[in-house]
């Protein structure tokens, strides 16, 4: 569905993020960090391109709050100019591209109402970089109860949300099956906007669906570690994927136990460089191993993908995806540091 | 009980042997009662050590954990996963008698949520919040078993403390007096016989001493 004119400012748009990218931190960077402490931190981190949302949040919060709040509420502006920047069906793969950000600030609302955060930390947390515009995420946090937040949700067409889940939300406290159903929506929608009509958008949609891959392995391998029913997985399945469509995954929810999916997982190309990573689950059979690699592998994707057009949406969403993981890495530096996690613990957690 | 206050009598002296006896066995059931529980006690030490370290173990699991998924997922995530949760767990307390001393026995339930009961959304959750909530779901169940074996043990030690005085008291205090409260009377009956003894013989003496005159 073509919302704007136009194809599209392509070669503006990819100039702009290639520029943006030499801003982005290196692996050295990180081993700097690694051997600071949260202080010195956030020190260094006033000296970058977080120094504005460094000193701004500087008066409220400390130490790994600071760091926290401060590269998300950049990583929201880092996308709310790209979006500005960009123009024409640009902009509205873009777009759609971080309609993401609207699941997980109408998930944050709701599950930082249900936990009494204040409005300031839910608001502090939110990545207003989606369709939804931070008036309406704060309209939403400002209001006093689930059922007025739930009201106004209901008439967003795009949530597609039914008044069962807003029963389960406002009288149960249940934020499990609107959750669920919000991210399914993510996938099946940017997978109908998306149009495979030329090769940068195949590769786009191509993307997702390996995404769509990776999401689904996650799931089948929670639920299959905690020996959950077959009938039970169906209903977390999303259809779609690039390597494994909705047969193949009933198929490997019936059958036997984790050690079946990570074996059809050696034989999958998500796993290519992940070998390690399936001998450490091997040792410690920690599910966040795999899971961790997965991700790896797919960010991997997204940075060989970035070359082969350079002057289309995915050197775009490389970036968005890249500015994400440099958030991410700073943030369990500092929240790693804080908690006195090991250096060879937090080095792991990085994407690099 | 003062030995001055004690009539010497026969029946006194009956009573107080018999006070003895009963005080005796007393004594010895006291002292087989203590030596039982002391061994109980012994038996469940070693089930708290080693449910301890366990505990410790755990625990540090749970902060690591925790830690982790703070710090990939962000501590808004984690927090509100923590309040998702719909199934609370639940306790049943019920006592049962252990040589005469009432412990607690407490079973937990709902501890352990299945990980689609959890309250939030499982596509969309990492996995690392799930391994947390794993984690401290273990650690509670633990600190509920350890709650119900470190209670008794308590209650043991309370009740070998109480059982140690009585059995000292018993065997210093009580049944010293008692024997001392006999001693006296037999002596102060024998001397009683002696002075009769002689008071008759005296009686006698005189009696023949005017029957010849």
Redesign the interface.
């Known amino acids: 569905m073509r919302l704007f004119g136009g194809k599209g400012n392509y070669a503006y748009a990819c100039a702009r993020v290639k520029a943006r990218k030499s801003f982005l931190l290196s692996k050295d960077t990180y081993s700097r960090m690694m051997v600071m402490d949260i202080h010195e931190i956030g020190r260094f981190l006033g000296e970058t391109q977080y120094r504005e949302e460094m000193s701004l949040y500087g008066g409220k919060y400390s130490g790994a709050?600071l760091v926290?709040v401060a590269v998300?509420r950049s990583l929201a502006s880092t996308y709310s100019d790209v979006l500005a920047f960009t123009t024409g069906h640009l902009r509205e793969m873009v777009g759609n591209y971080l309609r993401r950000w609207d699941?997980f600030n109408v998930?944050?609302i709701l599950?930082?109402k249900?936990?009494?955060?204040s409005n300031d930390?839910?608001i502090d947390?939110l990545v207003p970089a989606g369709a939804f515009s931070e008036e309406y995420l704060k309209t939403l946090v400002a209001m006093p109860s689930l059922q007025e937040i739930t009201d106004s949700l209901m008439k967003q067409p795009a949530l597609r949300l039914t008044l069962e889940m807003q029963r389960d939300v406002v009288e149960?406290?249940?934020?499990?099956p609107?959750?669920?159903h919000?991210?399914?929506m993510l996938y099946y929608d940017l997978l109908d906007v998306i149009e495979p009509t030329k090769n940068p958008e195949r590769l786009l949609r191509d993307f997702i669906r390996r995404e769509v891959d990776v999401?689904n392995l996650?799931?089948l391998?929670?639920?299959k570690a905690?020996r959950?029913p077959e009938d039970?997985i169906q209903r977390?399945l999303?259809p779609g994927g690039f390597e494994y469509g909705l047969d193949k995954l009933k198929t490997l929810a019936q059958g036997g136990d984790v050690s079946t999916i990570v074996a059809e997982l050696e034989k999958s190309s998500l796993f290519e460089e992940s070998r390690p990573a399936l001998e450490r689950y091997r040792a410690d059979a920690?599910?966040?191993t795999l899971?961790i690699a997965l991700d790896k592998s797919l960010i991997g994707q997204s940075e060989k993908f970035a070359h082969f057009y350079p002057l289309s949406v995915l050197p775009i969403v490389n970036y968005m995806i890249r500015k994400k993981v440099e958030v991410?890495n700073i943030?369990?530096?500092?929240?790693?540091k804080e908690?006195?996690?090991s250096s060879k613990?937090?080095e792991e957690?990085l994407v690099m | 009980m003062a030995v001055r206050e004690i009539q010497p009598t026969r029946s006194e002296l009956l009573e107080t042997t018999r006070k003895i006896r009963l005080t005796k066995n007393g004594h010895k059931i006291l002292k087989l009662k203590r030596d039982g529980l002391i061994l109980e006690f012994f038996n469940i030490l070693d089930q708290a050590k080693n449910l301890r370290q366990e505990i410790a173990g755990l625990y540090k699991t749970a902060k690591e954990t925790i830690a982790i998924a703070s710090a990939v997922d962000g501590v808004i995530a984690v927090r509100s996963a923590a309040y998702a949760l719909t199934v609370h767990p639940e306790i049943q307390l019920r006592s049962r008698n252990l040589m005469g001393v009432v412990v607690p026995e407490i079973t937990s339930s709902r501890i352990v949520a299945p990980l689609d009961e959890r309250g939030y959304g499982i596509i969309g959750t990492s996995p690392r919040i799930d391994e947390a909530a794993d984690a401290y779901e273990k650690l509670v169940e633990t600190v509920v078993k350890a709650a119900e074996l470190e209670t008794t043990m308590k209650k043991l030690l309370e009740e070998i403390e109480r059982t140690k005085r009585r059995v000292n008291a018993l065997e210093f205090k009580v049944l010293p007096e008692l024997e001392e409260i006999e001693r006296f009377i037999r002596f102060r009956l024998e001397e009683l016989e002696r002075d009769n003894i002689f008071r008759l013989k005296r009686i006698k003496n005189k009696t023949a001493a005017k029957t010849e005159a």
């Open positions: 709050s926290e998300t699941t998930k944050t599950r930082g249900v936990s009494k955060a930390e839910i947390t149960l406290g249940k934020l499990a609107m959750e669920d919000l991210d399914k999401t996650k799931v391998l929670k639920l905690e959950i039970r977390y999303i920690h599910m966040s899971t991410d943030r369990i530096i500092a929240r790693g908690s006195g996690l613990v937090i957690l």
